[in-house]
């Protein structure tokens, strides 16, 4: 089977799933290991006239052999968002969260940053295109389905972007486990952003520099630090506490 340019392959349950959920999404075909597996999904409006069965040769040809699709395969279209400024404008919503991601390059820790993101209700994800691969199996795969809902901007310049979120009266917040502010006592404002950064380099200084305020997360001292995307689900779960309080 070949894929056209403008269309890449997905695989995993919740990932295939949630794609054909989205009546958004532009879904080409769905192949399914055997029959068995089809009969959950069959009956969603983006299945019609679209299913194919295909043996396990496919799909070890299509993920390889240490991928874990789980018989669920689709061939699907890239959704398309506004430009970060118009979305802005056209929210009618007071309180905002939205996290900005720098120099992260692991596809499967981005597909976890965007799992948790939605789960605590973010309202969109900003990343450099440089380092976003965004027809990555392993993305989709660790979104776990998120990838549906959750609005990401591909931005060629992040300081941009940060300028773009102060004009709509944004604090921005960066992620440095130097910082002596600690994000557990932070009064947070109704329109927050959040900056990560790689674990090996962590948030570029320009970008850093143009933060309001830089913050910790006190962990264990035997911890030297934690893994991004485990510091974006224990930012944004604190801050969903703190703000509710």
Known sequence: MSFSNKTFIIGGRHAV???????????????FISDDKKTALNSLENCKNKIEIHGQKFFNKTFGTDFNHQGYAAE?????????NSFLTDSNK??????????I???RNLGSIIRSSLAFHVDGIIINQRSY???????????????????????????????VLKKHKFWIY??????????FTEKFTERS?????????????????????????????????????????????????????
């Open 193 to 245: 952003a959040f900056i990560f950064g790689s674990e090996d380099s962590g948030i570029k200084k320009n970008i850093l520099g143009n933060s309001d305020k830089i913050l910790t997360i006190p962990i264990n001292s035997k911890i030297e630090s934690l893994n991004v995307s485990n510091a974006v689900a224990a930012t944004l779960a604190v801050y969903s506490f703190l703000d509710q309080k």
């Open 133 to 163: 691969r965004s027809n990555s199996i392993h993305l989709y795969k660790n979104a776990s389905g998120a990838m549906e809902y959750m609005p990401i901007f591909e931005v060629s310049n992040i300081n941009n972007s940060i300028q």
């Open 105 to 107: 390059f692991d596809d």
């Open 76 to 84: 699907i279209e890239i959704l398309n968002y506004p430009n970060l």
């Open 174 to 183: 960066a992620l440095d486990q130097e910082s002596s502010s600690s994000l």
């Open 17 to 31: 799933q949630e794609a054909l959920k989205n009546k958004d999404r532009i879904i080409k075909r769905i192949i």
């Open 94 to 103: 007071t309180n905002m969260l939205f996290v900005v991601i720098d120099h």
